[in-house]
């Protein structure tokens, strides 16, 4: 008790602060996304994502060279095709988007652990995530779909799979999938605690998902803590190696509880809409990025992160931690 007990003691010199530091931050702990555009010519800029481009499918290995170059250790890969239909059956041909982005991301720079977002929205022309069926997005039809566009990633090289789709069983047909293919050590990252979050809004835009509805059907209830843990733990039993919780910064408590409750790697997804917060708060000289930016990341490991998906990962990782 004081004045026996004096916190600041602790606290007097950058040194001795960074003895008593708790969690530090490093380019390993970052996973950034990226969005591959099929038919641009030129980056395209996202509006409400300042500072992050599509980049065009012709000019990705330049690119991925020059993010390896920066230091980025991980990529998660999501793809804007140019054939869009009602099953999303680009993603799951051998020479379709999600097959050409991984080679070519894995040949560019092979040292990169390639992630692929696996998952229908962007592929299909009503923006679901997955196979509709009187007006209603079909569980087991997706799953068979899952499954196939798992192995088609892992065929090209993907280093890991995420399913992101919210299908119930998601992660057993996949993996089930990915045994039979011979693809048993590729490892499955799922989205296991992803909520129906208004934070997606900017991601529409650059994955170019025109979604008629929402995803209240599949996508967990932000209310609804107590059902992230259930969904975890279906994942967790169905042979997941990762767990994730998504979005990042509303969701810290949920973030925190599963840290409790599971001994698997667990990620969080710093998502678009957190992405836009920070950067146009910046942007009107509300608020200093890059303390701001490295406090949020900051946050996410002490509720128990082991590595953040995250779109400020190239620039923190150029700018140093
Ligand atoms: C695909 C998917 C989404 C995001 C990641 N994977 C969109 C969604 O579920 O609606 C969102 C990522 C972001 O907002 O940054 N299902």
Not at 15 to 41: C, G, K, N, S, T
Not at 234 to 249: I, N, Q, S, T, Y
């Amino acid at each position: 008790m004081f004045p026996t007990t004096r916190l600041r003691r602790l606290r007097q010199t950058e040194p001795m602060r960074a003895l008593v530091r708790e969690h530090r931050l490093a380019a390993h702990d970052l996973i950034l996304p990226i969005f591959v555009d099929e038919a641009a010519d030129a980056p395209v800029p996202i509006a409400a994502m300042p500072g992050v481009a599509r980049i065009p499918l012709a000019g990705l290995a330049r690119e991925i060279e020059a993010i390896a170059r920066d230091g980025v250790r991980a990529l998660m890969l999501f793809g804007i095709p140019r054939q869009k239909d009602a099953i999303g059956s680009d993603s799951l041909s051998a020479t379709g988007l999600m097959a050409s982005m991984t080679r070519i991301a894995k040949d560019a720079a092979p040292e990169l652990v390639v992630i692929t977002d696996n998952c229908f929205c962007e592929y299909t022309d009503h923006g679901h995530c997955g196979v509709v069926q009187d007006g209603h997005v079909h569980n087991d039809l997706t799953l068979e779909n899952l499954g196939r566009q798992a192995v088609v990633a892992a065929e090209a090289g993907a280093d890991m799979v995420a399913p992101s789709a919210m299908m119930d069983g998601q992660v057993a047909a996949i993996r089930a999938a990915l045994d039979k293919a011979g693809h048993a050590g590729t490892p499955v990252m799922a989205y296991s605690s992803k909520f129906a979050s208004a934070f997606y809004g900017p991601f529409r835009a650059a994955a170019g998902c025109d979604l008629q509805g929402d995803r209240k059907e599949y996508q967990t209830d932000p209310m609804n803590a107590r059902e992230a843990m259930r969904e975890s733990a279906a994942d967790e039993a169905e042979g997941a190696d990762w767990l994730m919780v998504k979005p990042g910064m509303p969701y810290l408590d949920v973030l925190a509880r599963l840290r409790q409750r599971t001994d698997l790697p667990l990620a969080v997804y710093q998502v678009s809409g957190e992405y836009a917060m920070l950067k146009f708060a910046a942007q009107a000289g509300a608020l200093d990025e890059q303390r701001v930016v490295r406090e949020s990341l900051g946050a996410f490991k002490r509720a128990g992160a082991d590595v953040i998906l995250t779109y400020f990962a190239r620039q923190v990782i150029r700018e140093g931690f």
